[in-house]
Nanobody, 117 residues
Framework: QVQLVESGGGLVQPGGSLTLSCTLSGTIFSAHTMGWYRQAPGKQRELVASISQSSTTNYGDSVKGRFTISRDNAKKTVYLQMNSLKPDDTAVYYC???????????WGQGTQVTVSS
């Protein structure tokens, strides 16, 4: 059974930092492109950042220069380092694992990030 388990969300003040983690089990981590998406109330889910099997990264325009995605294949974990957080970053953040060869696509349960003073 494939599982994605996220952690690291919470409440942070504007300008602060948080690091999200997501661990994949039940399948081959290194075969998947890993990504973070977010969904704010009343808005569509959007890509925050992704990292391919070869560690090529891609970021949404609103987080470029502030967020960094990385992966540790040995730990089967993807990270999202979030700096200079803004109230607009408030959302539920979802971890995604996608195998580009099989088309399999998996989602985590989501973790809440709230940026507020």
């Amino acid at each position: 059974q494939v599982q994605l388990v996220e952690s690291g969300g919470g409440l942070v003040q504007p300008g602060g930092s948080l690091t999200l983690s997501c661990t994949l089990s039940g399948t081959i981590f290194s075969a998947h492109t890993m990504g973070w998406y977010r969904q704010a109330p009343g808005k569509q889910r959007e890509l925050v950042a992704s990292i391919s099997q070869s560690s090529t990264t891609n970021y949404g325009d609103s987080v470029k220069g502030r967020f960094t995605i990385s992966r540790d294949n040995a730990k089967k974990t993807v990270y999202l380092q979030m700096n200079s957080l803004k109230p607009d970053d408030t959302a539920v953040y979802y971890c995604n694992a996608r195998n580009p060869f099989t088309g399999n696509n998996f989602w985590g349960q989501g973790t809440q990030v709230t940026v507020s003073s």
